[in-house]
């Protein structure tokens, strides 16, 4: 990160790498590809050290839990597996049929307790797990077309997702309801992100812009002018 010198290359999937992470103690790393697999590195050595299978579609996202202890990741046949960073072992959450989505999941977070993961989806919705049980907790549904982002709070209170139906939505953890629907995009949101300290939440959209939100009241505090094309990403 000081010199910007390559290290070195992480070898071994057969199609695009989609996402890569570091697990929260920087000592491993998760990546999912376009070949059907996650895969689980120690970053020290680059050794693949488990070799996260069975989605049989693509692996469009793969995310580490705050602790460490899991990965969960999301393919685009509809299914979401949850994974032991420790043993490799992986199970899928809910069952096929209705508990779980059906189009791609897009994107995934973890609540900061550890105890449940979102995962949003192109079927309009997005879904929260309980990570021992492996069960639905909630069904989040209101949005008119598919999800593009999905983020719990800081304080784990709230989830927020982000739609191609050119809104963001926040909604109460603990029983499902919907809080408010952040509107005036022109176009489909791309990201959607909290500030660290729960209280704004950034989102961008192919509409150009930024904007920046006020989480108490809904409202547009600023929209981010300049760029020329899609905005594919914005971060506190």
């Known amino acids: 990160a000081e010199t910007g010198e390559h290290l070195y290359a992480l070898k071994g999937h057969k199609d695009s790498v989609l996402v890569a992470h570091f697990s929260p103690d920087g000592r491993k790393i998760v990546s999912a590809s376009a070949d059907g697999t996650g895969k689980l590195w120690i970053a020290a050595t680059r050794r693949m050290i488990a070799d996260l299978s069975g989605h049989e579609a693509k692996v469009n996202t793969a995310q580490f839990s705050p602790d460490g202890k899991w990965i969960v990741t999301g393919s685009s046949n509809s299914t979401v597996a949850i994974w032991n960073t420790k043993t490799g ?4 959450l809910g069952e096929r049929g ?11 977070d973890f609540s900061y307790d550890n105890k449940y ?30 999800l593009n982002a999905v983020k719990f709070s800081p304080d ?5 997702t982000a ?10 953890v603990v029983d499902g309801r919907l809080l ?27 509409d150009s812009t930024a904007r920046i939100w006020d989480v108490a009241s809904g409202k547009t505090i600023v929209i981010l002018n300049g ?4 905005v594919w990403s914005a971060g506190f």
């Not at 072992?89 to 899928?92: L, M, N, P, R, S």
């Not at 739609?163 to 109460?172: E, F, G, H, L, M």
């Not at 408010?180 to 959209?205: E, R, Y």
């Open 89 to 92: 072992d992986g199970k899928y």
């Open 98 to 108: 209705d508990l779980q989505h059906r189009s791609a999941v897009v994107a995934i």
């Open 117 to 146: 993961v979102v995962t949003a989806s192109e079927d309009r919705t997005a879904k929260v797990w309980d990570i021992v049980t492996g069960k639905l907790v909630r069904t989040l549904q209101n949005h008119t077309d598919k």
């Open 156 to 160: 784990g209170s709230k989830i927020l």
């Open 163 to 172: 739609s191609r139906d050119k809104t963001a939505k926040i909604w109460n």
């Open 180 to 206: 408010l629907t952040l509107t005036g995009h022109t176009n489909s949101i791309k990201s959607a992100q909290f500030s660290p300290d729960g209280k704004k939440i950034v989102t961008t959209s192919f």
């Open 227 to 230: 760029h020329k094309r899609t």
